[in-house]
């Protein structure tokens, strides 16, 4: 299977979002009579219930298989950070990539205790995106270039996909997106990587700032993305979008992830339905992020971190309940009574 993206410009972009396939019904009708036939009181299993069966459908399996899970952290710098909207400098995005290429990292750890293969995708590095507050983030040809690069990172065999970032400024970047795309200005804007009082009304200004530049363009949310995202934040939404041309079950990851991921959900309503919130991070503004997007999530454990770690934590949750649902046995295969009931 071809990993070219299948779109050139922001209205190829826009034409696959417009033809999007769907889960296999007949999977999931099936995986559903099997669900009911477990060795297992009815919604005994609570959520891994539904779970098991939203991955048999996008699987086409009744009885799945839990396939190997692709985690990509995608990196990129932000024109945005030069405002003293970060606790760190603009440096430690390629200090981390370099930490995640050697193995180093949060992510790395997780990635490998849950048996998936994890990838770094930086992309220009040298070149930070534009200020947000002065220009647009990116040109058309970058926003393309960009989540051409995600999509193309998919790996169309992987089991299930989970997207991560690294890019200082990024809260801010996402924040002003959830507010270009929600409206409520600041009220998006949190601590991100541990700002203090000033560098929190600095980002706050920041977020303001380029939601007025930009206000023409904000029913648009590609437009939204392109003007106040960033490199790494349209990759994802890239990757998300690609996942789901190939049917891949995708766990979202914490307040940057989804704020891509709303990108495509507010261009084409139906957009996430592949998705499910791996986690609620302790950004304060993800848990509202979530709620719009109607995504009640698999953990909170108060992680603030990135890097996809809060998706990658859940993709034990998600494998558990493919184990039950595919491994268990039914009420006949067992000769347990009371499967009638």
Request: hydrophobic fraction near 50%.
């Amino acid at each position: 299977m071809s990993r070219s993206a299948p779109f050139s410009d922001m209205a190829g972009i826009r034409a696959a979002l417009s033809r999007l396939p769907g889960p296999d019904r007949a999977a999931i009708a099936a995986a559903q009579a099997r669900n009911s036939a477990l060795t297992k009181p009815p919604a005994a299993l609570g959520r891994l219930e539904d779970l098991a069966i939203w991955y048999a459908g996008w699987r086409g399996d009744a009885r799945p298989a839990f396939g190997t899970p692709q985690i990509i952290v995608f990196a990129g710098n932000h024109g945005i950070a030069a405002r003293g909207v970060s606790a760190f400098p603009p440096e430690v995005t390629v200090q981390m990539v370099a930490n995640f290429r050697a193995g180093g990292a949060a992510i790395n750890q997780l990635a490998r205790a849950f048996d998936a293969v994890m990838e770094v995708v930086a992309i220009d590095l040298d070149r930070p995106t534009v200020d947000f507050t002065e220009n647009p983030a990116m040109s058309e040809e970058e926003l393309v270039s960009a989540m051409a690069t995600g999509w193309e990172a998919v790996d169309p065999g992987a089991g299930l996909l989970v997207t991560g970032e690294m890019g200082i400024g990024n809260t801010t970047s996402a924040a002003a997106i959830a507010a270009g795309l929600y409206g409520d200005g600041g009220e998006w804007v949190g601590r991100g990587s541990g700002i203090d009082d000033a560098g929190l009304m600095r980002k706050r200004a920041a977020v303001e700032a380029g939601i007025e530049r930009h206000a023409e363009a904000l029913s648009d949310p590609l437009e939204v993305l392109r003007r106040l995202g960033g490199r790494e934040i349209a990759a994802m939404a890239g990757a998300i979008l690609a996942a789901r041309y190939y049917r891949l079950p995708v766990i979202l990851d914490g307040f940057i992830c989804t704020a891509a991921a709303a990108v495509l959900e507010c261009q084409q309503p139906g957009a996430l339905d592949h998705a499910v919130a791996g986690h609620v991070s302790a950004e304060g503004a993800h848990a509202q992020l979530l709620e719009r997007l109607g995504r009640a999530p698999l953990l909170s454990l108060g992680m603030r971190l990135g890097e996809g770690s809060g998706a990658a934590l859940a993709i034990g949750v998600l494998k558990g309940a493919v184990a039950c649902h595919s491994g268990m046995a039914s009420f006949a295969e067992a000769g347990v009574s009371g499967g009638e009931n």
